[in-house]
């Protein structure tokens, strides 16, 4: 019975550095992906159907972009004091939402521009209509599913990815004292804005 001679040849360095690699950036990308487009919990059934308020204004606020704005921004400096994605929004002739996400360990800027509506029951409806995020391609769904994924959110805005917008749910927010608002009218050209305020029933 002859013997066979089996020689084994040693693998160079080289190659399995550059396979380890490849494996590597593939699962980064396959991992990556699967971050992006999981969907964590549809927050639209958290959120409870439209709370009707009814009864007439006991304030109306008439106020403009300005001071919606110096609003905003200590409202949300408080809301984000501990938090590690930072947003801003800001009202010009169209309402924009701006802030970062890391995309491979590397800081993403994004500008998220809005076209704001009254609805009937008061709520506030931003309608996103365009976004800007440096060369990335990335759909304004996918945006907004990550900062619905990624955020410590008040259960009182409500972000619909699916139909690229997000609902001020107005009739779910209300000041410790039991006050409520809803909104009348919102001009971002003429720069008037109307708010009335209720009591608590």
Do not use: C, H
């Amino acid at each position: 019975m002859e013997k066979k001679n089996v020689t084994l040849t040693k693998l160079n360095p080289w190659k399995a550095a550059f396979l380890f690699l490849v494996a590597v950036l593939i699962g980064g990308f396959l991992l990556l992906f699967t971050r992006l487009t999981q969907e964590r919990e549809n927050v639209s059934q958290i959120i409870a159907e439209n709370v009707v308020r009814e009864g007439d204004p006991v304030i109306t606020i008439n106020s403009n972009k300005e001071q919606v704005n110096r609003f905003v921004d200590f409202y949300l400096a408080d809301l984000q004091k501990d938090a590690e994605q930072q947003y801003q929004f800001v009202l010009k002739n169209e309402a924009l939402l701006t802030g970062e996400f890391d995309l491979l360990g590397f800081p993403v800027s994004f500008y998220l521009y809005f076209d704001p509506f009254v609805m009937a029951n008061g709520n506030i409806q931003l309608k996103a209509k365009s976004l800007s995020i440096g060369a990335l391609g990335l759909p304004i769904n996918q945006v907004l599913k990550m900062i619905q994924n990624n955020s410590e959110i008040p259960e009182w805005i409500d972000i619909q990815p699916k139909e690229e917008m997000i609902i001020l749910r107005l009739d779910q927010f209300e000041l410790k004292n039991g006050m409520f608002f809803r909104a009348d009218k919102i001009n971002l050209v003429d720069n008037e804005i109307q708010l009335n305020v209720y009591l608590p029933e």
